[in-house]
């Protein structure tokens, strides 16, 4: 009883450590948060300074050579407990960030925090004003830092391994790119099969649609989807984005344009699955390492699975096209369910990524993944980056940026984060989203017909049992197996995608 005391003992002291570390990275993500939101671009400089601040600080603290103590000690304590009991999961999962923590130095992490929030700074007015070469000294530096992070992690078959490592634990360069060039064997003919055939009209989304009312209705939405207002927001920002300070506190960003309803309502979907995931987690979790989603991979599902196996449904808009019709009634009064539901599943290859439709929206993410690697490895300067994505979207899509906004410079991943592992998990995301409600139906086959009654609870209910609530307790393929019955696997992708395209394109 004595040695279970001092186990305890140890357990404690370690959690109130990791809530310290906690502490300081939401603090640093408040201000990023505010950074993308409502700063303004006086205090770039200065917010440059506190986020490096904190990283420092909340790295040095999480690096404390106490922590790696009580890690130790407590091995024992992990042993003798069942896997995924709370406290032997708090000490793997923890142990396993500690070990890749302790590579980096904390003077580094401060050094790239400050650069990012320059970066992103110099990204968006070289967005704004569609302006590679201004934003393009940041870049090669954040390439160059890029390189010398995953150098602290030797013993890897490629440079990009460990950045991929860190936001899709266990996948590497080779193991994605064989996936990848899988799916796109199998992906690419049906694409092309697709737009041969003239694309469906979608003129009913382009139409002046006043923002205040796009706003309300999607709140209004996201509401009955099961997204807590007593613990989220929504604000506007360039690029929109999910995050959070706790799982009492999970916010969601969306833009607007009045001339396209399709932007604000799927993008503030979109985010919406990803909140409904953190809002999910276990309380129990609370300022712990388990506190999170599993993967980027495991996180981009639950966003592609609201935004599209259920928003971009035929039963979802069965309850929520007359909603819409009595908010825009001069705009939809006179369109058909069946014509707008066409025209928000509209296949078409197009420049802009956040905007592709489910086909083609991988070959957006495999142009970035093989850019990232070809950067990383040194065969592409940054300086050529521009001239390299302009002919892969000529090559892969038979399509040409007209200016870098709507070529290079239009996601804010490199320009906010780093180069590396940045974009992979989109494309996972969409195979786990399909295979994860492929297994819903399976176990509730009625959930079409109640979200054809806005009943959203069921799905979510299932979801939050089978996911949410064990946050980082299991590896990516442990929760897919656990979940499904199976391993990754592209099929069940597939065979959404010939199901409901099939039925729209008569394939």
């Known amino acids: 009883m004595q040695t279970l005391d001092k186990a305890d003992s140890k357990l404690l002291d370690l959690k109130v450590r990791l809530t310290e570390v906690n502490d300081l990275e939401s603090a640093a993500s408040l201000l990023n948060w505010d950074q993308a939101t409502y700063m303004p671009p006086g205090g770039a400089t200065a917010r440059g300074r506190q986020l490096a601040t904190l990283k420092q600080l909340a790295h040095e603290k999480f690096t404390d050579l106490a922590i790696g103590q009580l890690l130790e000690d407590l091995?024992?304590?992990e042993a003798s407990l069942p896997y995924d009991s709370q406290a032997a999961s708090l000490i793997r999962i923890t142990r396993r960030d500690y070990e890749r923590a302790v590579r980096v130095p904390a003077a580094f992490m401060a050094k790239l925090s400050s650069h990012q929030t320059a970066t992103y700074e110099a990204w968006a007015k070289a967005r704004a004003n569609s302006d590679f070469a201004a934003v393009r000294p940041h870049l090669e530096t954040t390439l160059e830092l890029s390189r010398e992070l995953a150098n602290f992690f030797p013993g890897y078959e490629h440079i990009a391994d460990p950045l991929i490592d860190f936001s899709d634990y266990g996948m590497s360069a080779a193991s994605t790119r064989a996936l990848f060039a899988e799916l796109r064997g199998r992906l690419v003919p049906i694409v092309q099969a697709i737009t041969a055939e003239p694309v469906a009209d979608d003129a009913c989304l382009h139409q002046i649609f006043p923002e205040a009312e796009q706003l309300a209705f999607s709140l209004a939405t996201i509401e009955r989807l099961g997204y807590d207002f007593q613990r989220g927001r929504q604000d506007k920002t360039l690029h929109p984005f999910m995050t959070n300070f706790s799982i009492g506190d999970v916010r969601i960003t969306t833009r607007v344009q009045e001339n396209f309803l399709g932007e604000t309502i799927f993008s503030t979907v979109h985010e919406t699955g990803h909140a409904l995931y953190e809002q999910g987690i276990s309380p129990e979790f609370e300022g712990t390492p388990l506190?999170?989603?599993v993967s980027s991979g495991v996180h981009e599902s639950q966003s592609r699975l609201w935004e599209n196996m259920v928003g971009r449904s035929r039963s979802f808009w069965s309850f929520f096209y007359p909603r819409l019709q009595a908010v825009f009634p001069q705009q939809l009064g006179q369109v058909s369910l069946d014509t707008f539901y066409r025209a928000?599943?509209?296949?078409?290859?197009?420049?802009?990524?956040?905007?592709?439709d489910e086909v083609t929206y991988n070959l957006h993410v495999m142009i970035r993944?093989?850019?990232?690697?070809?950067l990383l490895e040194g065969r592409l300067a940054v300086r050529d980056l521009p001239e390299a994505w302009n002919e892969r979207y000529r090559s892969d899509l038979?399509?040409?940026p007209q200016r870098?906004?709507?070529?290079?410079?239009?996601?804010?991943?490199?320009y906010g984060g780093q180069i590396g592992g940045m974009f992979q998990g989109?494309?996972?995301?969409?195979?786990?989203?399909?295979?994860?409600?492929e297994a819903a139906l399976k176990a509730q086959p009625e959930v079409?017909?109640?979200?054809?009654?806005?009943?959203?609870g069921p799905l979510h209910d299932w979801l939050k049992t089978k996911i949410y609530q064990h946050g980082r307790k299991y590896t990516a393929p442990q929760l897919i197996e656990q979940v499904t019955g199976s391993p990754l696997s592209i099929e069940p992708y597939l065979r959404y995608i010939q199901r409901k395209y099939g039925e729209l394109y008569a394939l």
């Not at 928000?344 to 592709?356: C, E, P, Y």
């Not at 993944?369 to 070809?374: I, Q, R, S």
Request: proline fraction near 3%; hydrophobic fraction near 45%; aromatic fraction near 10%.
């Open 404 to 414: 870098d906004s709507e070529g290079v410079l239009q996601d804010v991943h490199w």
């Open 75 to 77: 091995r024992p304590m």
């Open 369 to 374: 993944f093989d850019l990232e690697l070809d």
């Open 398 to 400: 038979g399509l040409l």
């Open 448 to 456: 079409p017909e109640q979200i054809a009654q806005g009943q959203f």
């Open 426 to 437: 989109y494309t996972l995301g969409n195979l786990m989203s399909a295979q994860f409600f």
């Open 344 to 356: 928000i599943n509209k296949v078409a290859k197009s420049l802009i990524r956040t905007d592709a």
């Open 291 to 293: 506190a999170g989603g």
